[in-house]
């Protein structure tokens, strides 16, 4: 007679790991794509609004190495913070369109959006004596990052998976203990049976005196 249900442990401890692998495999390639840009000298920036569309678009990751300020270049796309004066108090991801020097001989840079159909209404000079230029873009991914940045999507995301490969984990190991208690038990050595022999114990007669 067969009982379905006596099938159902083997089948889940031939899925539980490649559960457990999966997920520690989609972690550690997660992990890796996070950190590996830094270790090479990368500062990411993530698109939000739309004047580079066409070239960079919204929700994409900007990758940009630090240059130097005298090696800027007509061409190069920036991410810089526009002056005090601008009104605008957020970084800007655009590309120079001119540079030029001011009356002290500092270089003056103007930039543009490619989607933008004017300049930047402001020239600016750098202090630092290094510059971030964009390298390269992957498009879209940076909306995973920009959701990141809430603690509830983080739970979530980096909480749930943790759980999930604890608790795989915890029931590989029970399954694994429980699979070496039944071989142990099947491989010990059968244990000779001493018959029981009935003893007669002799009861004395009963005295009359």
Excluded: C
């Excluded at 810089?80 to 009356?103: C, F, K």
């Excluded at 940076?142 to 983080?154: S, Y």
């Excluded at 490969?165 to 050595?189: D, F, K, M, T, Y």
């Amino acid at each position: 007679m067969t009982i379905p249900h006596r099938r159902t442990p083997r089948r889940a401890g031939r899925v539980l790991p490649v559960i457990v692998n999966s997920l520690l495999l989609v972690a550690t390639v997660a992990g890796l794509a996070y950190l590996t840009p830094s270790l090479l000298g990368y500062e990411r920036y993530v698109i939000t609004g739309g004047s580079m569309s066409g070239t960079i678009e919204k929700g994409a990751i900007a990758f940009e190495k630090a240059t130097p300020v005298a090696d800027l270049a007509v061409g190069d796309v920036i991410t810089y913070q526009p002056p005090a004066d601008s009104g605008v108090t957020n970084l800007v991801t655009h590309r120079i369109i001119d540079i030029g020097r001011s009356e002290s001989g500092a270089r003056l840079f103007r930039t543009q959006g490619d989607a933008n159909p004017q300049p930047d209404p402001w020239s600016f000079s750098l202090t630092a004596p290094d510059q971030p230029v964009v390298e390269f873009h992957v498009p879209h991914v940076g909306w995973a990052l920009v959701a990141l940045a809430d603690r509830d999507v983080r739970l979530i995301v980096i909480g749930v998976p943790a759980g999930l490969i604890a608790l795989a984990s915890g029931v590989q190991l029970i399954g694994a203990l429980r699979s070496g208690g039944r071989r142990e038990r099947a491989e010990a050595p059968a244990q000779p049976i001493t018959p029981v022999v009935p003893v007669a114990i002799p009861i004395p007669a009963p005295v009359h005196s």
